[in-house]
């Protein structure tokens, strides 16, 4: 299940980050180093625990949001996370070319239809954006250790761990609620 949150986050990272930026040269030059960065020290065999993942994106977010002229920033992160998303997409059984073109084509797409089309992504979209982002990317590097927490109590307590699947529903609840919070605290930000 940790894979596949994971991969949602890169998914969204790649095309949200590679968004703020246009794609002139040095966007363009950015994203490559992130991309490439990723996809050297990043094999599906060596990829990192979810919570590091996790907490770089929503840190990321927030960084972006509170200083956005940090541009080189969001498209190195743009790149990053497309490359994180080859080793996730070859690990659910995808081969290396396929990968490669799916996780290169998305932020090259978000990165040119804001270039061509300023309509595509407006400012008040981008930074809703990096809000699920930066919400998904908390959920991911806190949900982990949150969870096997749970366990634990749950097995020094002595009742059984048969309810897992209420577990997760617990954490789509409790993930929808930080969004409404964290949006409601952020329309007043905004309003201020």
């Known amino acids: 299940m940790e894979l596949q949150v994971v991969g949602i986050l890169c998914a969204l990272g790649a095309a949200c980050f590679a968004a703020l930026r246009s794609a002139d040269r040095a966007g363009v030059a950015a994203l490559l180093a992130g991309f490439a960065a990723a996809l050297v020290?990043?094999?599906p065999a060596r990829f990192p625990e979810p919570e590091p993942v996790g907490a770089a994106a929503a840190l990321l977010a927030v960084g972006t949001?509170?200083?956005?002229?940090w541009w080189p920033v969001?498209?190195?992160?743009?790149?990053?996370?497309?490359?994180?998303?080859?080793?996730?997409l070859r690990v659910q059984g995808l081969t290396l070319t396929p990968a490669?073109?799916?996780?290169?084509?998305?932020?090259?797409?978000?990165?040119?239809?804001?270039t061509r089309r300023p309509e595509f992504a407006p400012s008040v979209l981008r930074e809703e954006a990096l809000l699920v982002?930066?919400?998904?990317?908390?959920?991911?590097?806190?949900?982990?250790?949150?969870?096997?927490?749970?366990?634990?109590?749950?097995?020094?307590?002595?009742?059984?761990?048969?309810a897992a699947p209420s577990t997760s529903q617990g954490w789509l609840v409790a993930f929808v609620l930080g969004c409404v919070v964290l949006g409601g605290l952020y329309s007043l930000w905004k309003r201020r």
């Open 65 to 69: 949001l509170l200083r956005p002229r």
């Open 74 to 88: 969001a498209a190195l992160a743009a790149g990053a996370f497309a490359g994180l998303w080859v080793s996730v």
């Open 133 to 162: 982002v930066g919400g998904l990317g908390l959920l991911v590097a806190v949900g982990g250790p949150l969870a096997d927490g749970w366990r634990s109590a749950g097995v020094l307590a002595g009742q059984p761990l048969g």
């Open 41 to 43: 020290t990043v094999t």
């Open 100 to 114: 490669l073109l799916l996780a290169a084509a998305l932020p090259a797409a978000g990165a040119a239809l804001t």
